[in-house]
């Protein structure tokens, strides 16, 4: 287990700048290693890449489409592509070459989708996607994460670097709350435990996390215990950990910035039905759209703070006890 | 470098046969353009690509990507007369568990370079390809076949805007403008306009030839290769069911599930390459 900071501080330095600085340092490093972007180089600061070493940098322009079949073949010549984008031009809008071209032909293609939910905050409801990590979960090889913080972003991009496939990473672009320490290590498949608790587990991702841990300390004044998983692996999932805490806890909660269907809840819940069946309750988008907004307005609009995770605990820990 | 035309029409008259076998072996398929782009091929496996059938993923090859990957049965007959693997795996086309589905998979068949089907994208990825070469200063060359009706597709413009921004000489794009897609002509479905036009408006090396010529063909690559700066696209003038004159008048000829009279075409069709390549009739 981890002890996470009770603090919730935002870190000095944007997850944009830490996906920029690793490609740079990956690029460096590594000739085979060459950055994708269309036309969003100054959204992500890697514009810093192509003037530097502007080989391993490729502004295609506005083509996604395109962007993602090229990728395609400069892996078929041993490159290493890592594609950015918003996250739902990188899927909804190139999900079939992001299908075909990539996970069907099996080349090997990293992507990092931005801008993730209501952090797209004032780009609104053509640019909230609450859809992009169902969509990277229905292609079969894909690996799908959603990072929750700058230490685990910089170790998936090193790590996904010397793995052949798809890969989906999704992110934020500005700060997130510091949850994990430099040094920390993260494994495809293991979810994080920030904090244990016999009551009820809540299982989230991305800015979710530091939200579920929010919610944990209110509860704690409740008299109500719950643990916090950071399961920034939504695919391959950690079952085993989720059926331990459905055991123990006998109440689940998921927390998620993006739809309840077919995300980390929908994930967690098929878990559930399948090896463990256990009251569980869904906090994230429900039949709705995006919208423009500041952040903290979006998190109350879509319901996705603090409090309402801790109402959504209230009641599956009071269903538990029926 | 001399073209010798005859050694080649007999490589394409070999493709053309083992293509006609190999789908009416099936008993149905896309016969049209499958046969509409064997001149193409021919030059390309015949005369221009450097390649390695005994080492199909040779680094130092040139790479070839079917993006109208319904063509897929007669790049097969290509690979199986170039060696890339024995002539009795055509008759496994669409079989279950077969190594040849209907549409490419780089993954299945030795000498394929790139799964292709999902009209658009193969063209995408001979540009990565393409501009991977030119990154690294090699001097490998990428040839890619488009369809006309595929170029219907959005994503193959936005392709054509790259290649021609990144000035990828190395890339070769062969149109296969047989004027006919599934439901119709091209020109009633979505008019092409001039491809001529299209093209050089794109920032392309541009030539028009006889599809069915395959000196005419030779000759354009090999222009379109020496002017050295801008990429090339290659508009074949082809029919579909090009080669068998029964076929090419058939007015549906995109994916045939032959009739008796169709069947009785397609094996004199088969006679008389037989014949003229001196094999005889086999059964």
Redesign the interface.
């Known amino acids: 287990m981890i002890t996470a900071s009770k603090n919730y501080e935002l870190e000095s330095v944007e997850m944009r700048q830490v996906y920029a600085n690793t490609l740079m340092e990956m690029a460096k490093a590594n000739p085979q290693v060459?950055g994708l972007e269309a036309d969003l180089m100054s959204a992500i600061s890697t514009n810093k890449i192509i003037k530097e070493i502007p080989?391993q940098l490729?502004n295609?322009?506005i083509?996604e489409?395109?962007m993602?079949?090229?990728?395609?073949?400069?892996?078929?010549?041993?490159?290493i592509p890592f594609v950015h984008t918003f996250g739902q031009f990188a899927t909804r809008r190139a999900f079939?070459?992001l299908f075909?071209?990539g996970a069907?032909?099996?080349t090997n293609i990293k992507i990092l989708g931005s801008d993730s939910g209501v952090t797209a905050e004032h780009n609104g409801g053509t640019h909230m996607a609450f859809e992009d990590l169902g969509l990277a979960r229905l292609i079969p090889n894909c690996h799908v994460y959603e990072v929750s913080d700058s230490t685990m972003l910089r170790y998936l991009l090193l790590k996904v670097e010397k793995e052949h496939g798809i890969h989906y990473i999704r992110t934020i672009r500005k700060n997130a709350v510091k949850l994990y320490p430099e040094n920390e290590v993260f494994e495809a498949g293991k979810g994080k435990v920030l904090r244990e608790g016999e009551d009820v587990t809540i299982i989230a991702s991305g800015i979710m996390v530091a939200e579920s841990l929010k919610a944990a300390d209110i509860l704690q004044q409740q008299g109500i215990k719950a643990a916090v998983i950071d399961m920034f692996t939504i695919k391959p999932i950690d079952k085993d950990l989720i059926v331990k805490y459905a055991q123990t806890t006998k109440a689940i909660v998921t927390a998620e910035n993006h739809n309840i269907i077919g995300g980390l809840g929908s994930a967690v819940a098929e878990v559930l039905s399948e090896h463990c069946p256990t009251p569980m309750k869904r906090i994230g988008g429900k039949e709705q759209f995006g919208q423009v907004g500041k952040l903290e307005y979006l998190k109350e609009f879509y319901q996705l703070t603090a409090s309402d995770i801790t109402s959504a605990v209230e009641e599956v820990v009071m269903s538990k006890k029926d | 470098m001399s073209l010798d035309t005859q050694k080649l029409e007999l490589f394409r008259d070999e493709i053309r046969l083992k293509t006609l076998k190999e789908l009416y072996n099936l008993g149905f398929g896309h016969y049209g353009g499958s046969l509409s782009i064997v001149e193409a091929l021919a030059v390309l496996y015949g005369k221009v690509m450097k390649i390695d059938p005994e080492n199909p993923n040779w680094e130092e090859r040139d790479y070839f990507i079917l993006s109208k990957g319904h063509g897929g049965p007669s790049l097969y007959a290509t690979l199986a007369a170039k060696g890339y693997f024995p002539e009795d795996l055509l008759y496994t086309l669409n079989q279950n568990g077969t190594k040849l589905p209907s549409h490419p998979d780089k993954n299945l068949t030795p000498g394929v370079d790139m799964t292709t089907g999902s009209l658009g994208q193969g063209i995408s990825a001979a540009v990565g390809v393409a501009l991977s070469h030119k990154l690294a200063h090699k001097d490998n060359y990428t040839y890619c076949i488009v369809g006309d009706g595929e170029l219907n597709e959005g994503q193959c413009w936005e392709a054509f805007q790259f290649a021609a921004h990144h000035r990828l000489n190395q890339l070769v794009v062969l149109v296969d403008d047989n004027k006919k897609q599934l439901d119709g002509l091209t020109k009633d479905i979505i008019d092409p306009l001039d491809f001529v036009e299209k093209f050089n408006a794109f920032g392309f090396y541009v030539r028009r030839v006889d599809g069915a010529s395959v000196q005419e063909i030779y000759e354009a690559i090999e222009l379109g290769k020496a002017q050295n700066a801008k990429p090339i696209a290659i508009i074949l003038d082809t029919v579909k069911g090009q080669g068998v004159p029964y076929l090419e008048e058939k007015a549906d000829n995109h994916h045939i599930r032959p009739s008796e009279a169709d069947e009785a075409a397609i094996l004199s069709a088969v006679a008389e390459l037989e014949t003229k390549l001196g094999k005889g009739v086999k059964g």
Do not use: E
């Open positions: 060459i080989n490729i295609t322009g083509m489409a395109n993602m079949g090229v990728a395609a073949g400069l892996s078929l010549t041993g490159r079939d070459q075909i071209s069907y032909a099996k």
